[in-house]
């Protein structure tokens, strides 16, 4: 049985490398990926069974990036978790993630398991 794979775009490289090794300890295969410029390139190209976006990046915001790939055929079906740093935006976040096409949205003050709940979810686990 092959691992899911899931892409990580996020810009806080010490947070991305962290989530990364444990969900492969989790048994997932995990894409980084530290540039939203690319997100709909590489999300075409790798498949992901699942996609985490952090919603603050400096090229273009999550919400942007959420939008293209739910409106791009190769990609509309991929869940998308979007990720923020900002609890103060819950009001905001809470609103417009379906809005974009994002499955489930999370703080990055999270508890793994949350984490890994809403993943197993998302991917039918």
Known sequence: MRKKKILIIDDEEDL??????????QNYEVLPLNTSTRALEVAKREKPD???LDIMM????????CKELKDNMDTHRIPVILFTAKP???ERVSGLYESVGADDYIFKDFE???LLSKI???LHE
Do not use: H, T, V
């Open 120 to 122: 197993k979810i998302l």
């Open 88 to 90: 103060q935006a819950k």
């Open 58 to 65: 400096p090229e273009k915001n999550g919400y942007e990036i």
């Open 112 to 114: 793994l398991e949350k």
């Open 16 to 25: 991305m490398y962290l989530m990364k090794l444990r969900l492969e300890f």
């Open 50 to 52: 699942l996609i985490i």
